[in-house]
């Protein structure tokens, strides 16, 4: 059964669950994880609906910014709790830094996960 964790974590077309969301698979090519197909390849679902579309996932990527910087905290403090506060905050710096091309690619995903369906019609083969 495939629905929208697949399509975020596989970076496939919400709509159909075949066709590459993202040029690259890799997403530390720091030249190109952030370059988008404009549409599907196998649906022709087009990812970018209208202008200013994106906007809604920095509130995505935000949150999930929060989540990990949350987590560095916590686990900083459990196994090292006499830490120094600069530590905290270069540790969280570095954690930020390092998800930055995850935070980028998944905030999309999910964002363009909320407004578009699977139609199982469309993952069939044409031809």
Known sequence: MKG??????????????????????NIYDLRNFDKMHERC?????????????????MYVSYGLTVAASVATFLITYWTYPQADAWLYVGLIALVVLGLAPFTFRFSRLIWMNLFAEY???KNKDHG
């Open 4 to 25: 929208k964790m697949y399509s975020i974590l596989k970076s496939k077309c919400p709509v159909c669950h075949r066709g590459d969301v993202y040029v690259t698979k």
């Open 119 to 121: 139609d199982p019609e």
């Open 41 to 57: 390849s196998h649906c022709g679902h087009k990812y970018e609906i209208e202008n200013g579309y994106w906007y809604g996932a």
